[in-house]
C-alpha cells in the first residue's frame, strides 16, 4: 500500500521525533510513504492567529477620519455598523499591542488610540437629547400604534459594545414610550434575524424570521421596529415570500426606529423613504392616522 | 554641506536630454539600480530619461513623456528602506540609490458594456464589477497612486452608489494601474473609475443648455448670412474685419464685458 503524506513545519524542525517514528513504523508494517511534493505550512499559522487585523483597518480607518475632524464621538445608526465601529474602537484603546500594529500598517494616517466615543443614534436619544425633551417635541403621537421593539444580534452582542445589557431593550421601549406608541416586549426580540443565511440557506433563514415574526404577532404587536438593514431585509422585505409560503399568517410591517421618530416628529412621510419599506408599512401608518399632511 | 561642495553642486552643468541624454564633463552622477544592476546617470535627470542614459530605450512604456498619459509608473525602493515608492518615469527625477523597475501595464479585467442601455444606477457598475465589494479598505492603492488620487475613497463612493463623487474623486486618474498591482481585493479600480465617469457623464452631469440653445440657433440659420458674407469678403477686408474686432479685454472680469456690436450674439 502507498500512501501520500503531508508531514508540516514542525515535524521538519522540533518535532522531528514524530515523523521519524510514523515513518519507521510504516515501513515496519510494509507501507511505502511518499511525500508530497512542493507542500506549505498547513495553514495552521494562519488560521490560528487571533491576528487578523486587516478586518480593523477598515473600521479603524473612518474612526481616524472623525478624529481627524476634531470629534469626540462618532453617531451611526445601522446595528451592524455600530458594532463593527465599536468594536474596532475597543481593540484600539485597550490592547496597546493590536494598536501598535495597526498604526504601523496604516502609516499614511495619524496614529489612533480610541479618542472617539462610537454612539449608536438610541443611546445618544438617551444620553445628550432625552426622552422627556422628545416626548415634548413630539407633534403627531403614534398613538394606538402596538410596536415590538426588535434587537437583533449586534445591538447587544458582544457585551462589551452592547448599547445595553443582553436581554434589556430598555432604549427602543423608552423612545417609543416618548413618541406615544404602545410597546409590545417579545420573546424573539434578540433572536437572529436569519442574517447572510438568507444567501445561501433560504429555506432555515425564512423559518427564522417567521418564528420572530410571529412571536411578535403573538405578542399582539402590529409592527417592528429594527435598527439594522439586514434583519429589515429578513423580516421586512421576505414578508410577502414568507405569508406566501405559509409561513405567517399575518403581515406585521417592519419600520427602522429613525423612520418612527421622524413621523412622530411630524416630519413629512417623503422624507421617510416608505417607498424603500413594504407597502403595508405607509398603510398602517396611514390607517392610524400617524402622517402629517402632505 | 560644505563650502567645496556647495561649489561643485552650483557647478554641475546642464545635462544635454535629447532622444539620448548626453553627459558633460565634470556633471554629477548618482548611482541607481535599475533591474538591480548598477548604472551611473546624472542627478539632475528623469528616471524616463536617466534610464535612456542607461542604455535602455523605451518602445512601449512611455507615451506623453509629460505626466498625463500614464503609460510609465515606476515601481522603487531607496536602498535600506522597507517601504514602497511609486512614481511617474517621465516626472520624478533620480535619486542615489534608487532600485527602479518599470511597470508599463498592469492586468486589470475591463468589463464590456453599451454606455447607453446601462442607466444611472450604480447597482449596473456593481453588477458589471461585483468584486468592488472585495475591498478591505488597506489604502495600498491610494498609497500607490502616483497622482495622488484618493483611490480608496472612489472605490468607497462606489459601494455607497455615489457616482458623482466617484467621478470627481477619480478625475485625475491617468489610468496607469498601479493601484490595481497593489490591491489585495484584486479590484480593477481604475477600470471602475473610468466607467464612473462615463456615467456620470451620460447620464447625471447636467446638460450645458447654452450649447443646446446655441447649436439650435446655429441650425435654425441664424448664422447663415453672416458666414455668407466672410465667406464673400477678399482678403484684405477679411484681414482688416480681423484685426479691428472687438476683443474681451485678457483681464477683464468675468462676466462684466459686453461687445458693442450685438446682432453677432
Ligand atoms: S487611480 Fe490607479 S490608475 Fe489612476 S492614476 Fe492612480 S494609481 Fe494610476
Ligand atoms: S487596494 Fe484594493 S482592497 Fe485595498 S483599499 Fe484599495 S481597493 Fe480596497
Ligand atoms: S510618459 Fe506619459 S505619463 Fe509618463
New binding site residues.
Given amino acids: 500500500m502507498k500512501i501520500s503524506y503531508y508531514p508540516g513545519c514542525t515535524l521538519k524542525t522540533k518535532a522531528g521525533n514524530l515523523e521519524t517514528a510514523a515513518l519507521a513504523s510504516l515501513l515496519a508494517l510494509g507501507i511505502e510513504v511518499e511525500e508530497i511534493d512542493r507542500w506549505n505550512c498547513c495553514g495552521a499559522v494562519f488560521s490560528l492567529t487571533a491576528d487578523d487585523l486587516i478586518h480593523q483597518v477598515g473600521p479603524v480607518r473612518n474612526l481616524i477620519r472623525a478624529k481627524e475632524q476634531g470629534a469626540n464621538k462618532l453617531v451611526t445608526l445601522c446595528s451592524m455598523c455600530y458594532n463593527t465601529l465599536a468594536r474596532a474602537n475597543l481593540i484600539m484603546k485597550n490592547d496597546p499591542v493590536k494598536r501598535d500594529t495597526i498604526n504601523r500598517f496604516m502609516d499614511d494616517e495619524i496614529d489612533y488610540a480610541g479618542e472617539v466615543e462610537v454612539v449608536h443614534l438610541l443611546t445618544f436619544l438617551d444620553q445628550e437629547v432625552g426622552w422627556e425633551r422628545i416626548r415634548e417635541m413630539v407633534k403627531v403621537p403614534l398613538e394606538g400604534l402596538r410596536i415590538a421593539p426588535y434587537y437583533g444580534c449586534t445591538l447587544q452582542r458582544p457585551a462589551d459594545v452592547g448599547i445595553e445589557p443582553f436581554g434589556s431593550f430598555s432604549l427602543m421601549t423608552r423612545l417609543f414610550e416618548s413618541l406615544g406608541a404602545t410597546v409590545m416586549p417579545f420573546a424573539a426580540a434578540d433572536k437572529c434575524c436569519g442574517s447572510y443565511q438568507i444567501l445561501n440557506g433560504e429555506d432555515g433563514a425564512q423559518s427564522t424570521a417567521a418564528t420572530i415574526l410571529k412571536s411578535a404577532a403573538e405578542a399582539g404587536a402590529e409592527a417592528l421596529a429594527t435598527s439594522c438593514p439586514l434583519c429589515e431585509y429578513n423580516l421586512g422585505k421576505q414578508q410577502g415570500k414568507l405569508l406566501e409560503n405559509g409561513l405567517i399568517g399575518t403581515t406585521v410591517p417592519t419600520y427602522y426606529f429613525t423612520q418612527l421618530l421622524a413621523i412622530a416628529l411630524g416630519v413629512a412621510p417623503e422624507s421617510c423613504r416608505f417607498d424603500l419599506n413594504d407597502g403595508a408599512a405607509l398603510d398602517l401608518l396611514k390607517n392610524k392616522n400617524c402622517l402629517v399632511a402632505a | 554641506m560644505c563650502d567645496a561642495e556647495k561649489k561643485t553642486t552650483q557647478k554641475t552643468p546642464r545635462v544635454a536630454t535629447g532622444d539620448r541624454a548626453i553627459l558633460p564633463e565634470g556633471a554629477k552622477t548618482i548611482p541607481v539600480y535599475i533591474m538591480g544592476k548598477r548604472y551611473d546617470v546624472p542627478e539632475t535627470l528623469t528616471i524616463m530619461k536617466a534610464m535612456e542614459f542607461a542604455g535602455f530605450k523605451f518602445l512601449r512604456g512611455a507615451g506623453c513623456r509629460g505626466g498625463i498619459c500614464g503609460a510609465c509608473p515606476t515601481v522603487y525602493r531607496m536602498a535600506g528602506d522597507y517601504k514602497l515608492h511609486f512614481g511617474l518615469a517621465c516626472q520624478t527625477v533620480v535619486e542615489a540609490d534608487m532600485y527602479l523597475a518599470q511597470i508599463p501595464f498592469f492586468p486589470a479585467n475591463r468589463a464590456s458594456y453599451k454606455i447607453d442601455e446601462i442607466g444611472a444606477a450604480a447597482e449596473a457598475i456593481h453588477a458589471l464589477y461585483p468584486e468592488l465589494f472585495?475591498?478591505?479598505?488597506?489604502?495600498?492603492?491610494?498609497k500607490a497612486c502616483p497622482m495622488d488620487v484618493d483611490?480608496?475613497g472612489y472605490?468607497s463612493a462606489l459601494k455607497q452608489g455615489n457616482i458623482k463623487k466617484a467621478a470627481e474623486l477619480s478625475f485625475d486618474c491617468i489610468q496607469c494601474g498601479l493601484?490595481a498591482s497593489?490591491?489585495?481585493?484584486e479590484?480593477p479600480?481604475y477600470h471602475i473609475a473610468q466607467l464612473a465617469r462615463r456615467v456620470y457623464g451620460r447620464y447625471i452631469q447636467p446638460r450645458a443648455e447654452h450649447l443646446q440653445t446655441r447649436v439650435k440657433e446655429i441650425e435654425s440659420g441664424k448664422y447663415d448670412a453672416m458666414l455668407q458674407e466672410l465667406s464673400a469678403m477678399g482678403r484684405e477686408e477679411l484681414e482688416k474685419c480681423y484685426v479691428e474686432r472687438e476683443r474681451e479685454p485678457d483681464l477683464s472680469t468675468l462676466g462684466t464685458w459686453q461687445p458693442k456690436e450685438t446682432q453677432y450674439l
Fill in positions: 472585495r475591498c478591505v479598505a488597506c489604502n495600498l492603492c491610494t483611490v480608496l472605490i493601484c497593489r490591491c489585495m481585493g479590484i479600480q
